[in-house]
């Protein structure tokens, strides 16, 4: 399926991942994608839960189909026109500076993907996203001139929703109509326990353990702790380096030391944090 890249300037294939893995209808849905990009620039949004794999699954479209790829966060965006460019001061004169991602877009096949789009710190800076995913596909800029959406561009862009995630906002209807949409969700029980022990090497009566304490954790509404696909790579990372479980959970779950608690008792598992005074402390280095 990979092709070869040529003269993509600071533009690069990412590489394939041999542990990642999707579901056939998502694979489906990108098949028709990359069928779509052949006639006109396409966008599509993956949207679904944090940790699941969906900048991942960004990387592994550029690279099974040996397309170049660029990333730009979006939750950096203040106003419109910031990921064009900026004026800086050069030599004590003031002069425009082009960033890459008007590069990306003159680029023919790039795979341009729009990290977490409903973050921006101002809504307005994506005004100018809207003339570029239309059947437009060109905006005008003082400094740069008419840019247009080379030929075979697509645009990926990622996004988690919910109260939980701070900083986001609703995306605007009139900007996600632009898009396909494509959703996932946690690995079923048997893929994820396997892409643990690729990724991390460790034992199959480890790698069952982390599945199952997970699939508690996953399955009690009391604690409303969302653990991802990442989350529980971090896990088996820890093990892998010597860790117990409990020293693994308590040091990769992101939640406050109460609920902490309350999470290993319901594992089965004693609190693995003890008081300053019982703490050893010796000379690091």
Same mark, same amino acid.
């Given at each position: 399926?990979?092709?070869?890249?040529?003269?993509?300037?600071?533009?690069?294939?990412?590489?394939?991942?041999?542990?990642?893995?999707?579901?056939?209808?998502?694979?489906?849905?990108?098949?028709?994608?990359?069928?779509?990009?052949?006639?006109?620039?396409?966008?599509?949004?993956?949207?679904?839960?944090?940790?699941?794999?969906?900048?991942?699954?960004?990387?592994?479209?550029?690279?099974?189909?040996?397309?170049?790829?660029?990333?730009?966060?979006?939750?950096? @965006?203040?106003?419109?026109?910031?990921?064009?460019?900026?004026?800086?001061?050069?030599?004590?004169?003031?002069?425009?500076?082009?960033?890459?991602?008007?590069?990306?877009?003159?680029?023919?096949?790039?795979?341009?993907?729009?990290?977490?789009?409903?973050?921006?710190?101002?809504?307005?800076?994506?005004?100018?996203?809207?003339?570029?995913?239309?059947?437009?596909?060109?905006?005008?800029?003082?400094?740069?001139?008419?840019?247009?959406?080379?030929?075979?561009?697509?645009?990926?862009?990622?996004?988690?929703?919910?109260?939980?995630?701070?900083?986001?906002?609703?995306?605007?209807?009139?900007?996600?109509?632009?898009?396909?949409?494509?959703?996932?969700?946690?690995?079923?029980?048997?893929?994820?326990?396997?892409?643990?022990?690729?990724?991390?090497?460790?034992?199959?009566?480890?790698?069952?353990?982390?599945?199952?304490?997970?699939?508690? @954790?996953?399955?009690?509404?009391?604690?409303?702790?969302?653990?991802?696909?990442?989350?529980? @790579?971090?896990?088996?990372?820890?093990?892998?380096?010597?860790?117990?479980?409990?020293?693994?959970?308590?040091?990769?779950?992101?939640?406050?030391?109460?609920?902490?608690?309350?999470? @290993?008792?319901?594992?089965?598992?004693?609190?693995?944090?003890?008081?300053?005074?019982?703490?050893?402390?010796?000379?690091?280095?």
């Amino acid at each position: 399926m990979q092709q070869p890249v040529e003269n993509f300037k600071s533009l690069h294939v990412p590489e394939i991942d041999p542990y990642y893995y999707a579901s056939t209808e998502i694979l489906s849905v990108l098949d028709k994608v990359q069928k779509i990009s052949r006639k006109h620039p396409v966008n599509v949004l993956v949207a679904g839960r944090q940790g699941c794999g969906k900048s991942s699954l960004v990387r592994q479209y550029a690279a099974t189909y040996g397309l170049p790829l660029a990333t730009f966060q979006v939750g950096i @965006l203040s106003e419109p026109g910031q990921l064009f460019g900026e004026y800086a001061l050069e030599n004590g004169e003031t002069k425009y500076r082009q960033f890459l991602f008007p590069e990306a877009l003159q680029t023919p096949n790039c795979v341009i993907h729009l990290e977490e789009i409903n973050r921006p710190e101002h809504p307005k800076a994506l005004n100018m996203l809207f003339s570029l995913l239309s059947d437009d596909r060109q905006v005008w800029l003082d400094e740069l001139g008419l840019i247009k959406v080379a030929e075979g561009v697509v645009f990926f862009a990622t996004l988690n929703e919910g109260d939980e995630f701070v900083g986001t906002e609703l995306l605007d209807p009139a900007l996600r109509d632009r898009f396909y949409v494509t959703l996932m969700d946690y690995l079923p029980n048997e893929v994820e326990k396997e892409v643990l022990q690729k990724k991390t090497s460790i034992g199959d009566e480890s790698a069952l353990e982390i599945i199952d304490a997970i699939n508690q @954790l996953r399955g009690n509404g009391e604690f409303e702790v969302e653990v991802s696909t990442r989350t529980t @790579l971090m896990i088996g990372e820890m093990v892998a380096a010597g860790a117990t479980i409990k020293e693994a959970l308590v040091t990769s779950l992101q939640t406050d030391k109460s609920t902490l608690e309350s999470l @290993l008792l319901s594992l089965h598992l004693k609190d693995g944090s003890k008081e300053k005074e019982q703490l050893e402390y010796v000379v690091f280095g």
